[in-house]
């Protein structure tokens, strides 16, 4: 990015805050959005690579095979599109928590039957990130197949940068224990929007930036923050265990602290409280 497209952390937050999207709190389900790293100045964690699903895991008459030149477009669907309208919204950022602008993202996905078309572009399509590291996708919640859970597939690319191939989920989907690809990083936070559905994810890919000298920005809304701690333990806990089936709101102690679960599921070597911030809540 030159000089004029640089912006502070304080002006990513207020521009994040004229989206609608800054409180990671008001959608639920997902993971702490980036953005909240980008208050904190903490170094972003990076968002992990996913395997692209062109070799269909099982058999299956449609796989989710990348086609590339997909047309530029923000919008997937057309006014007989079936399915439940969803829009996704987010930021591409770098290491330093600054916005990626005119990042490349390529999006593809199955239709409401869990079929992909493969003979011409529809729900395919890419766009670039705006001066500020926005973009806004405009598709379906996409239907379900064998073998795979709900899902949708992004290329991502910093302009002159190597491409991240990842996918996004949705949170609370039966399906996310058995999926042997599913990641919860990458978990989506979403919220029903009337008879739509919104969601949102913020990208972080491995692009060395210049942080900016502009002193971390403070918030006096507590709910932007992280939950406040509790020196308590949990009460009813019981000690985090994989294998272990926990419903959402059980609360469990690990190395000494209290989590609260935040969605249903069986847990994972690999997937302890702290690991897993879509999973788990720090008390």
Known sequence: ?????????????????A????????????????????????TPELTPECHDGDAPTIAQTEGPYFKPNSPERTSLVTPGTQGT???VSGFVFGLACQPIARALLDFWQADV?????????TFRGHQYTDDQG?????????????????????KVQAPGKPILTTQLYFPNEPRNNTDTIFDPRLLMTVRD???AKEAAFDFVLNVRQTPTSTSNPTTSNPTTSNPPTSTSNPPGGTTWA??????????VTYSGRGYVCLQAHTAQPGWEPPNTPALWRAE
């Open 134 to 154: 926005r973009f806004s996708l405009s598709t379906i919640v996409p239907g379900l197949y064998p073998g795979r859970t709900r899902h949708i597939h992004v």
């Open 242 to 251: 994989a294998g272990t089936g926990y419903s959402a709101g059980v609360r």
């Open 85 to 87: 309208r969803l829009t």
């Open 193 to 195: 929007a009337g008879t």
């Open 113 to 121: 039957n869990g079929n992909y078309d493969n003979s011409g572009y």
């Open 1 to 17: 990015m030159d000089e004029d497209n640089k912006l502070s952390r304080k002006t990513v937050l207020k521009a994040a805050l």
């Open 19 to 42: 989206a609608g999207v800054v409180a990671p709190v008001a959608l639920v389900g997902g993971p702490a959005l980036a953005r909240t790293t980008v208050a904190s100045g903490k």
